[in-house]
């Protein structure tokens, strides 16, 4: 089993930054991919960006150039920088991670609890 541990959110007024972070722990062989999604209230969730441990990373357009995510893999560790904050960046964020427990199974998603993100105008 794999717990998600988040931290980071808050509120802060636009134009401002938050640094969020995702720390992954339990069973744990490897991490192919950490990621933020963000859930706004009366939307879907969407992803806001990810990361492969190749380092490749994806962004929603809505984000790029003001969103950084990166990752320590020593620490299973997923870090999201937000600058330029903007009142609709409002929602509430998820890490998601997909990993595998051991050598000899497939990979599986996790999701963490969610951390509030508010903005104000």
């Known amino acids: 089993q794999v717990q998600l541990r988040e931290s980071g959110g808050g509120l802060v007024q636009a134009g401002g930054s938050l640094r969020l972070s995702c720390a992954a722990s339990?069973?744990?062989?490897?991490?192919?991919?950490m990621g933020w999604y963000r859930q706004a209230p009366g939307k879907q969730r969407e992803l806001v960006a990810d990361?492969?441990?190749?380092?490749?990373?994806n962004y929603a357009d809505s984000v790029k150039g003001r969103f950084t995510i990166s990752r320590d893999n020593a620490k299973n560790t997923v870090y999201l920088q937000m600058n330029s904050l903007k009142p609709e960046d409002t929602a509430v964020y998820y890490c998601?991670?997909?990993?595998?427990?051991?050598?000899?199974?497939?990979?599986?998603?996790?999701w963490g609890q969610g951390t509030q993100v508010t903005v104000s105008s």
């Open positions: 998601n991670i997909v990993y595998s427990p051991s050598r000899y199974q497939n990979p599986r998603g996790s």
């Open positions: 339990g069973s744990i062989f490897s991490i192919p991919s």
């Open positions: 990361m492969a441990s190749s380092g490749t990373t």
